[in-house]
């Protein structure tokens, strides 16, 4: 866990001439917070195969590092990544938890000057654990949506984000989020039910995310594509067939693409996708998984595979995407 001790409370920025706003390494257990330079954040899930241990976010200018309670967080001149870490109780329900973090969260990136959601990621622990009453993946995502409301008010969903959210080891709720001075256009998958109108019985709240960002003008056209599933309407397709659960989430990768305007619609998937990052629930499914997404878009993109329990038990694989309009 990163402790919310330096600095508590305190605006403080340090100027850094670094190339690098972020890094993002994957499988590690918690590391020290640096005082200066990139932000070093972590995904709790184990590292699979692939090229991409780690990502590498590059800055555009210089590197500073405000200080907001208890929140990891470098900024450049067109955004702010910040990471935070909160212990979690095992026994309670994530609600009042993901509503304190989103809440430090979203007040401390629009009090850098970053008020714009572009991207976030959410890494939560024993996310099927039912003993509470209520699935943890619907709790906290009543306790992020109820911060969401409570910060943009009732007009939220035009402000949410692509995000991923899947399970992880261990009991450290872990959230990612990159943020901008400049607002994003955030998209929808005509396949599929927008996340934050999902019926009730997926959770007395809405998961509270956009199927895709398309970043503002000093991004250069990056597009930011969430964690996508086998889903159909807001249903889920193929219950325990990996290679067809894979093939139906490239199919809604594709979706969004189109639905950002990413050129090349109807073409070939691969050259449209700058990097994938893959969740895959099983590990034996590992190269039944890697098979159907090679045939979707071929060998050459760079991908990194990560073992996660997605948010709904019958779900095997969660593909996330980048990629340039
Ligand atoms: C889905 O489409 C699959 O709760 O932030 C994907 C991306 C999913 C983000 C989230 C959940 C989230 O509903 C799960």
């Known amino acids: 866990m990163l402790p919310d001790v330096d600095e508590r409370g305190r605006q403080r920025a340090t100027e850094q001439p670094d190339g690098v706003l972020a890094v993002v390494r994957h499988g590690v257990s918690a590391q020290p917070p640096s005082p200066a330079g990139p932000v070093e954040a972590r995904t709790p899930n184990g590292w699979l195969s692939g090229d991409r241990t780690e990502e590498v976010w590059p800055a555009a200018g210089r590197v500073v590092r405000p200080v907001i309670d208890g929140v990891v967080a470098a900024a450049d001149r067109r955004s702010l990544f910040a990471s935070v870490e909160v212990a979690t109780d095992p026994a309670a329900p994530l609600d009042g938890c993901a509503f304190d973090l989103y809440g430090r969260l979203l007040r401390g990136a629009a009090q850098a000057g970053f008020p714009h959601l572009l991207r976030m990621w959410n890494y939560v622990p024993r996310i099927h654990d039912r003993s509470s009453g209520i699935e943890r993946y619907m709790s906290f995502c ?32 872990v959230v990612h989020l990159l943020a901008s001075s400049a607002p994003g256009r955030h998209v929808e998958n005509p396949r599929q039910v927008s996340a934050y109108l999902y019926p009730e019985r997926y959770g ?103 073992q996660a329990e997605i948010c709904r038990e019958e779900l095997l694989v969660e593909i996330e995407a980048t990629a340039r309009t």
């Open 204 to 306: 007395p709240r809405s998961p509270s995310f956009a199927r895709g960002t398309v970043a503002p003008a000093a991004w250069d056209g990056e597009v930011f594509i969430s964690g996508t599933a086998s889903i159909v309407g807001h249903e889920s397709v193929f219950p325990g067939q990996p290679a067809l659960q894979a093939k139906e989430a490239m199919r809604n990768v594709e979706a969004v693409l189109d639905a950002a305007g990413v050129p090349g619609r109807g073409g070939a998937l691969g050259p449209r996708l700058r990097s994938l990052r893959i969740y895959v629930r099983v590990p034996g499914q590992l190269e039944a998984i890697r098979t159907a997404v090679i045939a979707c878009a071929g060998p050459a993109v760079p991908t990194a595979w990560l």
């Open 142 to 173: 009543k306790g992020r949506s109820e911060a969401f409301a409570a910060h943009f008010g009732d007009a939220f969903p035009d402000r949410l984000p692509a995000a991923s959210a899947v399970g992880c080891p261990g009991d450290v709720l």
